[in-house]
């Protein structure tokens, strides 16, 4: 599975992202991440992204490209990957498109996590609070000034990727503003939805469960797509299969009618006959 997060600072993207790599065992691509990385280990990257970053501002787009690029190459992507804080420009994302393109990888969905902006601040203080309780090193950008910052960025430039992926149709949008658990329930409803995950098993769905995994056998081979529609059609079987008996109980019932006027009209026929023969006899008489 590949995904990408979509939001603002705040919205809970590392968070969800952690919870999904451990669910569907995937990889957080995470450029921030990696550049905080970058600055720790004082590599060229890090020593050109430090002052940005701490300014609150984007690193340039050349940068953030070459890190995603060389990491989609590495064989642990293989079981898919969650792109969280990239792309966040609109060339980030055609770029995005062309390597993945290049790369031969399908891009499954983008989830964008809604929130109110009102209350990002206190998100971000509680993450600041957090981290200092578990004696965590504080980002150097979590502050309430490049916060603010950081979210007139996000609005500029990363909002239109909201278009940009709505119209390619690979936009799903959740409300951010749930808890933590509800978000993640909602993320991964929506991923069995589009039939990128495998839905949840339950009791009550025990039979058609049954149905949907013969559908799943035999449209492996085909792949997601017709395993899709064979999930579809082991849905609506019983539905044509009543629609079907009902059908040919009324097929049944008209034939009987119609054999049955038939019958009557053969016997009539030679009757009539008879009688005709029978005048006609008395008549020569
Ligand atoms: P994040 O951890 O996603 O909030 O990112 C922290 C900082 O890293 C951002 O404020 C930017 O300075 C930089 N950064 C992360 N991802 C990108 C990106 N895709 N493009 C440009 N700058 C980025």
Same mark, same amino acid.
């Given at each position: 599975m590949r995904l990408i997060l979509l939001g603002p600072? &705040?919205?809970?993207k590392g968070t969800q992202a952690q919870r999904l790599v451990h669910k569907h065992d995937l990889i957080q691509l995470s450029t921030g991440e990696m550049l905080r990385a970058a600055v720790a280990a004082q590599t060229p990257v890090g020593l050109q992204a430090k002052d940005i970053m701490a300014s609150g501002s984007l690193v340039p787009d050349e940068i953030v490209i070459g890190i995603i690029s060389d990491r989609l190459?590495?064989?642990?992507m293989k079981n898919g990957f969650i792109l969280d &804080?990239?792309?966040?420009t609109v060339p980030q994302a055609a770029a995005l498109d062309e390597l993945l393109k290049k790369k031969h990888i399908k891009l499954d969905a983008v989830i964008e996590l809604r929130?109110?902006?009102?209350?990002l601040l206190d998100r971000v203080e509680n993450r600041v609070a957090e981290m200092r309780a578990r004696g965590e090193e504080v980002r150097i950008d979590d502050t309430p000034e490049v916060l603010s910052k950081r979210l007139a960025s996000y609005r500029t430039l990363t909002e239109p990727l909201i278009h940009y992926y709505s119209e390619r149709r690979k936009l799903l949008t959740v409300d951010g503003m749930m808890t933590i658990e509800h978000v993640t329930r909602e993320i991964n409803r929506i991923l069995s939805a589009i039939g990128a995950v495998e839905p949840k098993a339950s009791k009550a769905a025990a039979p058609a469960r049954q149905a949907k995994a013969g559908a799943r056998k035999t449209a492996k081979p085909a792949g997601k797509k017709a395993a899709k529609t064979a999930r579809k059609a082991a849905k609506t079987a019983p539905k044509a299969a009543k629609a079907a008996s009902r059908g040919a109980k009324k097929a049944k019932k008209a034939t009987k009618k119609t054999a049955g006027k038939t019958a009557k009209k053969v016997a009539k026929k030679p009757a009539k006959k008879a009688v005709r023969k029978v005048t006609k006899k008395r008549a020569k008489r």
């Open positions: 600072p &705040g919205a809970g190459d590495q064989p642990d &804080g990239f792309p966040r929130v109110n902006e009102s209350a």
